[in-house]
């Protein structure tokens, strides 16, 4: 959730405070975090900070995991219903724009042959 909170686009997102709530259906510890962007800052919390929230963000851990590394397109994790959205309907059908994935998720994972060679030098 750091990472996504660094990575967010903040120019995408509506101005004035926008509110988004990941809720994570298979964990129980740490299921429910909190973004409140404004003023050109992003907050991450733990705890519900009462505010009203736009953007309800369902997913499990693993498929948000594999859309953040890039190995999920998340247009297909939410056309499969794998990642639910429910809220403000403009920020739902824009998340693609302004939902920022891992830098690195375009780079693929090596031929392991070739790693095995490398870890042997």
Known sequence: MWDIQRRLQLDKL???E???CFIFSDI???NNWWLI???GN???CTENQGLDVDLYIRSSLRTMVEVW???LP???ALHDEKILVQGHKQLAKT???WFGINSFSDVRPGDPALTRIASKD
Do not use: A, I, N
């Open 28 to 30: 129980d510890r740490y």
């Open 95 to 97: 998340m693609p724009t």
């Open 14 to 16: 509506p101005d004035g």
């Open 37 to 39: 962007v404004r003023d």
């Open 18 to 20: 926008t509110v988004l």
């Open 69 to 71: 590394e890039g190995d």
């Open 74 to 76: 998340l247009q297909s």
């Open 42 to 44: 992003v907050d991450l």
